[in-house]
């Protein structure tokens, strides 16, 4: 099997889910530290635009979203699976629910003043961080969640989770982790990382066990590589074979086209349509740097449209 290698950067929750499904999965990983803000050069040479972080790569394949990254962690490494027999509705539902509801309620706790800690080094950061965050945000189809109303949706949500978590289970469905429980993990991760609400956790101590449980296995660190070593690597790797179909008949295999998420980060990725289906869209495309490469992106979520 072709190396891991991750793109992301510290501070990232959605990299931090990642971070933690390699931790307990017991898999070795390549770091690919990048900049929290643009330019990325080399992601985005792989990507061919896509700019969300973050990306897993694995020799000239490279998968987008952390709902496809899962998916494809989930068969590798060791212990249970993310998506186990007879829960599988309810723990998707719900990791798609915190991904995106409760997300957008965790940015506005996590920028308030009280809440910052050290996310940003200096004023210059932060500026640089909002310009390119404004940038970001450009054709973005999600509402802002005012402070109150995120605040409420949280202590309403930790209220669950305590209940939940009350007769023991190590796990918010029962014995085994499930994806629920990485999407949950990262996103009170990034909630509480800057320490100023750290009394809401406190106060929930089934919830606070299970998150100690949770955040050991996002200390599992990668090995670093360059961004010239990473695609170097997707240089002289093959992408592996795809079944080319679609299920849109107007944007058949062979199509080029853009994809792009539908929500916010709405940045598309330009390629060759090899194949869509209910649950993938996977693209070719070729750069200087990287040679011929597939881009994964979970059909949830995404959109195909012709180039």
Not at 173 to 186: P, R
Not at 190 to 195: D, E, K, L, N, T
Request: aromatic share 10%; net charge negative; charged share 20%.
């Amino acid at each position: 099997m072709a190396e891991l290698i991750l793109h992301h950067y510290p501070e990232s929750p959605f990299s931090e889910k990642v971070r933690a499904i390699l931790g307990a999965k017991d898999l070795a990983w390549r770091s690919l530290q990048v900049s929290m803000v643009m330019p990325r050069p080399a992601t985005i040479a792989l990507t061919g635009g896509y700019r969300r972080i973050p990306v897993l790569q694995v020799g000239a394949d490279v998968y987008c979203d952390t709902a496809l990254i899962a998916e494809h962690l989930d068969d590798l490494g060791t212990g249970p699976t993310l998506y186990p027999m007879g829960q599988v509705l309810a723990a998707q539902t719900l990791a798609r629910w915190v991904d995106t509801e409760l997300f957008w309620a965790a940015v506005t706790l996590r920028f308030l003043p009280e809440n910052m800690g050290n996310f940003f080094t200096d004023p210059a950061t932060a500026q640089a961080f909002a310009e390119d965050r404004a940038n970001f945000a450009q054709g973005a189809q999600v509402r802002r969640v005012p402070v109150d109303e995120a605040q409420a949706r949280y202590a309403r949500f930790l209220a669950e989770m305590e209940t939940q978590l009350g007769d023991g289970r190590p796990y918010l469905f029962g014995a085994d982790w499930s994806i629920a429980d990485f999407s949950v993990y990262h996103m009170l991760w990034f909630i509480h990382a800057g320490g100023g609400m750290a009394d809401r956790l406190a106060a929930r101590a089934h919830v606070s066990t299970w998150m100690e449980r949770m955040r050991r296995f996002g200390e599992h660190a990668g090995e670093a590589i360059s961004a010239d070593d990473a695609l170097a690597i997707a240089h002289a790797a093959d992408p592996l074979p795809v079944e080319q179909a679609s299920d849109l008949p107007a944007i058949p295999p062979g199509t080029e086209v853009n994809v792009a998420p539908v929500d916010y980060g709405v940045m598309p990725s330009h390629g060759t349509l090899l194949r869509c289906d209910t649950n993938v869209i996977v693209i070719r495309r070729e750069h200087a740097l990287t040679g011929a490469v597939n881009v994964h992106f979970p059909r949830h979520g995404f959109g195909v449209t012709r180039y």
